[in-house]
T-cell receptor, first 114, second 110 residues
Framework: GAGVSQSPSNKVTEKGKDVELRCDPISGHTALYWYRQSLGQGLEFLIYFQGNSAPDKSGLPSDRFSAERTGGSVSTLTIQRTQQEDSAVYLC????????????FGAGSRLTVL | RKEVEQDPGPFNVPEGATVAFNCTYSNSASQSFFWYRQDCRKEPKLLMSVYSSGNEDGRFTAQLNRASQYISLLIRDSKLSDSATYLCVVTTSNDYKLSFGAGTTVTVRA
């Protein structure tokens, strides 16, 4: 696609429910990143993909968080048993290759856990 | 200590003014540096890379001081449209994780 697409743009869920957030990167971009941004905070790194593999999962906050990428394209971030502290904007970004360093972000998925 | 630290501001300046702010980083092995811009409730977008010798892009000037481990951004002749949060971004050559600062908010008033 022309840009990075994320869905849903907004998600309100109840504590304890599972949520899936989707990211469709720019066509041909091999590197894909997930960050999250809480209100008034900076971007917190979650996970990075090179192709379908995730060399760096160091930012995932807990084992309730998981992510996968298939076909070197679409990625899904799953949060199980959501907690209120999971409320944030989840941003996906892609780059042509890992060393490119220049990221193009999607508009984000705003998650609110009640 | 955070990897990247920024003065959150806000910097409130009149149109036409010059505003400058810094960002410090903790990892001396950091190799690549960037400024991103984030408008309210929007995604971050690359503003400019920061090169060792310093670089300009129109009204924007970025500097790198490796000895003191900080980068700076200067905006000349501020426009209303420059109002945004400016994010400092740092990465090492072997680590493709880009570390973001929390941002410096700039508000340009008429």
């Amino acid at each position: 696609g022309a840009g990075v697409s994320q869905s849903p743009s907004n998600k309100v869920t109840e504590k304890g429910k599972d949520v899936e957030l989707r990211c469709d990167p720019i066509s041909g971009h091999t590197a894909l990143y997930w960050y999250r941004q809480s209100l008034g905070q900076g971007l917190e790194f979650l996970i990075y993909f090179q192709g379908n593999s995730a060399p760096d999962k160091s930012g995932l906050p807990s084992d309730r968080f998981s992510a996968e990428r298939t076909g070197g394209s679409v990625s899904t971030l799953t949060i199980q048993r959501t907690q209120q502290e999971d409320s944030a904007v989840y941003l996906c970004a892609s780059s042509l290759h890992p060393g490119a360093n220049v990221l193009t972000f999607g508009a984000g998925s705003r998650l609110t856990v009640l | 200590r955070k990897e990247v630290e920024q003065d959150p501001g806000p910097f409130n300046v009149p149109e036409g003014a010059t505003v400058a702010f810094n960002c410090t980083y903790s990892n001396s092995a950091s190799q690549s540096f960037f400024w991103y811009r984030q408008d309210c409730r929007k995604e971050p977008k690359l503003l400019m890379s920061v090169y060792s010798s310093g670089n300009e892009d129109g009204r924007f000037t970025a500097q790198l001081n490796r000895a003191s481990q900080y980068i700076s951004l200067l905006i000349r002749d501020s426009k209303l449209s420059d109002s945004a949060t400016y994010l400092c971004v740092v990465t090492t050559s072997n680590d493709y994780k880009l570390s973001f600062g929390a941002g410096t908010t700039v508000t340009v008033r008429a």
